[in-house]
């Protein structure tokens, strides 16, 4: 049966995902040659989540699996943050998930150089979904929103305001993974994340 709900749209205030503004952002960053990492791309690797989210998750770079299907996290740390999302009860149109980097870095390993070229597709995609709040994935994906935070194993799991708004860092979900003695922490700043976000936004840190 075809699915008759009428379509997300974006909250007043957010211009989402459905705009020229956006589709000018998917065009250049889908078509950009700014860096060396498009010669061993396969897919830009832009955006999946809602058309206006609440709660947009800022990651690090793609790996394998997102350079082959084009969006973000849907390899294995991507699995571990579905199941975050599911536990935090976030509907589909609840969240977005973005990364620093839109092409893959060969061998997974995080370019500085090429975040800086990406970084302003990623200010425009948060000036256009403007969401409520953030939660940040990892180390470089915190010092984008503030440069001055602390260590992400000393950050994460604590509320703090940034560029970006309203802020949560976490550890990034491959961290446990690689190391699975981060794992009770991960679980841990996942349930203080909950919390956060049960909680008004006129509250938040």
Not at 35 to 49: D, K, N
């Amino acid at each position: 049966m075809a699915d008759r709900r009428p379509p997300a749209r974006a909250a007043p205030g957010r211009i989402g995902t459905g705009s020229l503004e956006w589709a000018s952002v998917v065009a250049e960053a889908t078509n950009c040659t700014k860096c060396p990492l498009h010669l061993g791309r396969t897919h830009a690797v832009i955006y999946r989540g809602g058309p206006s989210p609440r709660i947009l998750f800022i990651g690090e770079a793609p790996g394998e699996e997102e350079d082959r299907l084009g969006l973000p996290f849907v390899g294995r740390a991507g699995r571990r943050l579905n199941e975050a999302i599911e536990l935090l009860a976030l509907g589909p149109n609840d969240f977005g998930i973005v990364n620093l980097l839109k092409c893959r870095p060969p061998d997974n390993r995080f370019d500085p150089a090429a975040a800086r070229v990406c970084a302003p597709y990623l200010e425009r995609q948060v000036e256009l979904l403007a969401p409520e709040r953030v939660v940040t994935l990892g180390a470089h994906a915190l010092k984008s929103a503030d440069p001055d935070a602390p260590r992400i194993t000393e950050a994460a799991g604590t509320p703090r305001r940034t560029r970006w708004g309203p802020t949560f860092p976490l550890l990034h979900p491959a961290a446990p993974l690689h190391a699975p003695a981060y794992l009770a922490r991960w679980n841990s700043d996942l349930a203080s994340l909950a919390r956060w976000l049960a909680s008004p936004v006129s509250q938040t840190s």
